[in-house]
């Protein structure tokens, strides 16, 4: 079996994460889409702990057997991603999100409420997602969702950031003390940037 890609869970939050997973997405020929199937979304799923293992094994046999279906959730959590990026892309640069984009991340996040529960741990009690249903491979977008309506309502609202890397367009959130981080991930962005700015700088 081919080696697992390892998503880079720098955005500092899950919906940010999601936005993340093309690579150079401004550059149409060097852009690298990440999730390609419904399988790398479990895999995604799994690493940025939206699913326990067992879980990603249950839902990867159950997609196994219906094939239409998981093309449908996969189609959904694309175009949740897209909206996810184009709103929060928006918010970073100071701008609203759109309304069609807010449309749909609401649709979503109602749809996900109507799954899930409160069930009862260590003597408390805590929301978890519904594992079980017809519409059971949409398990992982649900939180995906909430994700992104909680980002949106929240505080950290204000330290969504854009990545300065010229080709790299990614999204994380800024807890630097004085709000200044300038790049998604000092050691790939950040280093490139200097690297290049040294390299324009000794040509003169
Ligand atoms: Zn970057």
């Not at 326990?52 to 094994?57: F, K």
């Not at 449908?72 to 609203?96: C, D």
Request: with cysteine; proline share 2%.
């Amino acid at each position: 079996m081919a080696k697992e890609f390892q998503f880079d869970l720098t955005g500092g939050q899950l919906a940010l994460d999601l936005a993340n997973t093309v690579s150079r997405r401004g550059d149409p020929e060097r852009r690298k889409e990440h999730l390609e199937s419904y399988r790398d979304l479990l895999v995604f799923a799994r690493q940025a702990g939206v699913i326990s293992p067992r879980q990603a094994g249950e839902l990867h046999n159950y997609a196994e057997q219906r094939a239409s279906q998981a093309r449908r959730s996969f189609k959904e959590a694309i175009q949740l991603r897209e909206a996810v990026y184009r709103a929060f892309s928006a918010v970073a640069q100071g701008k609203p999100a759109s309304a069609a984009d807010l449309q749909l991340i609401t649709d979503s996040a109602l749809k996900a409420l109507q799954h899930r529960s409160l069930s009862r741990v260590n003597g408390g009690y805590r929301w978890e997602w519904e594992m079980k249903g017809s519409n059971l491979l949409d398990r992982i977008l649900w939180p995906m969702s909430q994700a992104a309506a909680d980002l949106l309502t929240s505080e950290q609202l204000r330290i969504v950031r854009f990545c300065e890397a010229p080709d790299c367009e990614w999204l994380f959130l800024d807890h630097s003390r004085n709000r200044s981080r300038r790049w998604c991930d000092m050691t790939t962005c950040g280093n490139r940037q200097k690297a290049r700015r040294h390299y324009q700088r000794s040509r003169g």
